[in-house]
């Protein structure tokens, strides 16, 4: 069975501009969750979409946005890109939800200039 | 917020030694564990995971040990392999997971 899929593996955006994110679940999982993982601050989590419907969120501001299609495909947007949003994007997927195993995707180097 | 921490943020050991990596958590309605591995440039890969009723749960080469009376995890890799060398993370599930920051295990050859 394939695992979690991504793209973009990197990314260089500047300041200012917006970016889309693309996570592809292991088949039949239906939970995919999106986390930031920056040096020393471990994961940090972003949302968790179900069935197309964001069921939790994070404490991230407005900026970051996401979405799931009927396919369990998702996409994480982030807009008015800021220095500080430089990070590994990581995307998991799970059967059921956030108590299930997240099995992580390779993610996505955002580099902002 | 939850705080999982891990006590070394490195480690080195000689090729066949065995590892240990602790861990400790902050929330005693915690009741599911996973270590993850994380090789440079890669997502977390699950290693093993162990429930809240269980003290001790071992998979190939590894072991993880649970003590809830200090709240305290940790991994165990039996014959530590140049392979290992990974940043090692637990992670700590209460409606959802709270992940520790990693310690970095190299294996010296």
């Known amino acids: 069975k394939a695992g979690v899929t991504q793209t973009p593996r990197y990314l260089i955006k500047t300041r200012g501009q917006q970016v889309t994110l693309s996570c592809s679940p292991i088949s039949g999982h239906r939970s995919v969750s999106w986390y930031q993982q920056t040096p020393g601050q471990g994961l940090q989590f972003l949302f968790e979409?179900?069935?197309?419907?964001?069921?939790n969120k994070g404490n991230f501001p407005g900026r970051f946005s996401g979405r799931q299609f009927s396919n369990s495909r998702s996409e994480m947007n982030v807009s008015t890109l800021e220095l500080g949003d430089s990070a590994l994007y990581l995307c998991a997927s799970s059967l059921g939800g956030l108590s299930d195993t997240q099995y992580f995707g390779p993610g996505t180097r955002l580099t902002v200039l | 917020g939850e705080s999982v921490g891990l006590h070394l943020p490195t480690l080195s050991v000689q090729e066949g030694d065995n590892s240990i990596i602790n861990c400790a958590y902050s929330n005693s309605a915690s009741d599911y564990f996973i270590w993850y591995k994380q090789e440079s440039g890669k997502g977390p890969q699950f290693i093993i995971d162990i429930r809240s009723n269980m003290d001790k749960r071992q998979g190939q080469r590894v072991t993880v040990l649970l003590n809830k009376t200090v709240k305290h995890l940790s991994l165990q890799i039996a014959a530590t392999q140049p392979g290992d060398s990974a940043v090692y993370f637990c992670a700590e599930n209460m409606s959802q997971f709270y992940f520790g920051t990693g310690t970095s295990l190299t294996v010296i050859p």
């Open positions: 979409y179900f069935s197309e419907t964001q069921r």
